[in-house]
T-cell receptor, first 110, second 112 residues
């Protein structure tokens, strides 16, 4: 069964304190791993797609990496505006639906 | 360029009622997927529509049904509402269904 597990559930950082969020996945044949950012009460905002082990993508203070079993979202020198829930998802076997983890809620204080 | 839009933003219903939620995809997209997100959980896939047909369905009962129109917009219908149907309902659009999915702001449904 396709499955996504994210850790930690919640993370509190001071402004400028770098850290990483983890996404472990189990899927038969990876057809894409996706990272989204979600602010409270709003829809997820697309961040990155990764397809193969070793692939990396960057956007401002965020960098996503992928191995054969997990993905990391590295946050460098975070700012309070980076506070949000970060969701990880994989495409299901049929290639159509996204299977999401529960997310990591990041709080960055100044 | 307008992104994915959903209406209404909030809705309050009572148990046993029926509800219809609407979604307009991002310009250039032809595929619409619907997700249900309970509080503190990740979104769960309900179904996907492509070329006005339901292409795939998640683990949701038949009370959940949908439709896609020729202009690619979509509706989600839920019959015989239960308290457990209270959630944020998200619509996502993509081109062809196998590319990145972009989400709308969601409709918050509360069932009393």
């Amino acid at each position: 069964e396709d499955q996504v597990t994210q850790s930690p559930e919640a993370l509190r950082l001071q402004e400028g304190e770098s850290s990483s969020l983890n996404c472990s996945y189990t899927v038969s044949g990876l057809r894409g791993l996706f990272w989204y950012r979600q602010d409270p009460g709003k829809g997820p905002e697309f961040l990155f797609t990764l397809y193969s082990a070793g692939e990396e993508k960057e956007k401002e203070r965020l960098k996503a990496t992928l191995t054969k079993k997990e993905s990391f979202l590295h946050i460098t020198a975070p700012k309070p505006e980076d506070s949000a829930t970060y969701l990880c998802a994989v495409r299901n076997q049929a290639g159509t639906a996204l299977i999401f983890g529960k997310g990591t809620t990041l709080s960055v204080s100044s | 360029d307008a992104g994915v839009t959903q209406s209404p933003t909030h809705l309050i219903k009572t148990r046993g009622q029926q509800v219809t939620l609407r979604c307009s995809p991002k310009s250039g997209h032809d595929t619409v997927s619907w997700y249900q997100q309970a509080l503190g959980q990740g979104p769960q896939f309900i179904f996907q529509y492509y070329e006005e047909e339901e292409r795939q369905r998640g683990n949701f009962p038949d009370r959940f049904s949908g439709h896609q129109f020729p202009n690619y917009s979509s509706e989600l219908n839920v019959n015989a509402l239960l308290l457990g149907d209270s959630a944020l309902y998200l619509c996502a659009s993509s081109f062809g269904g196998y590319n990145e999915q972009f989400f709308g702001p969601g409709t918050r449904l509360t069932v009393l």
